[in-house]
């Protein structure tokens, strides 16, 4: 049962180019959605988050819009550079538990 | 300040087996947790601690067991190794408090079983 759908699975660019990934989820209850940005051979880190009640967020070069009615999520790179190139995971948290439920990830390569 | 460590890095087992992946945080997070990684499946959460003496099953717990004796330490028991174990492991932890929000992870280990 996946709860958070993420997609693509793999994403390729030219440097300088706007890479979106895009994340969609059912429960309602979810009340805050990091993305996680992963480097070969490294865990995973948090790169930006985003709670419900906003519907932009952003961080450098890095933008997260949501669309609460949709239920959908996506993240935004601009002016995408090859040192971006990672995994990327969308997530989301069920309040009380705290869990998160992490989307099935996405491979970006920005080309030079 | 070390964050999440995680031992081995490495491993490969023979079916059947059984090993401990150990993991170790100096941050004083009260939470801990596993996860397992693979291909077009993301993050799936195996078991979690929130506190010494208190572990719970996530997603997939079948076939692992955790405990908890210490705040600083998390082991993952594999009891009888499947290559359906086959998979990146991962131990992440975060705070209680005002940093709930942010888990930190461990830079992994990669199991191999035969």
């Known amino acids: 049962q996946q709860q958070v759908k993420q997609s693509p699975q793999s994403l390729i660019v030219q440097k300088g180019g706007i890479p979106i990934i895009n994340c969609a989820y059912e429960?309602?209850?979810?009340?805050?959605f990091p993305w996680y940005q992963q480097f070969p051979g490294k865990g995973p880190a948090l790169l930006i988050a985003i709670r419900p009640d906003v519907s932009e967020k952003k961080e450098g070069r890095f933008t997260i819009s949501f669309n609460k009615s949709a239920k959908q999520f996506s993240l935004h790179i601009m002016d995408s550079q090859p040192g971006d190139s990672a995994t990327y995971f969308c997530?989301?948290?069920?309040?009380?538990?705290?869990?998160?439920?992490f989307g099935s990830g996405t491979q970006l390569t920005v080309l030079p | 300040n070390a964050g999440v460590t995680q031992t081995p890095k490495f491993q490969v087992l023979k079916t059947g087996q059984s090993m401990t992946l150990q993991c170790a945080q100096d941050?004083?997070?009260?939470?801990m947790s596993w996860y397992r990684q693979d291909p077009g499946m993301g993050l799936r959460l195996i078991h979690y601690?929130?506190?010494?003496?208190?572990?719970d099953q996530g997603e997939v717990p079948n076939g692992y067991n955790v405990s908890r004796s210490t705040t600083e330490d998390f082991p993952l028991r594999l009891l009888s190794a499947a290559p359906s174990q086959t998979s990146v492991y991962f131990c992440?932890?975060?705070?209680?408090?005002?940093?709930?929000?942010?888990?930190?992870f461990g830079a992994g280990s990669r199991l191999t079983v035969l």
């Open positions: 941050m004083n997070h009260e939470y």
């Open positions: 997530a989301a948290r069920l309040g009380s538990a705290r869990q998160l439920t």
């Open positions: 992440a932890s975060r705070t209680a408090g005002s940093g709930a929000n942010v888990l930190t």
């Open positions: 429960n309602t209850a979810f009340d805050y």
């Open positions: 601690s929130v506190g010494a003496g208190i572990t």
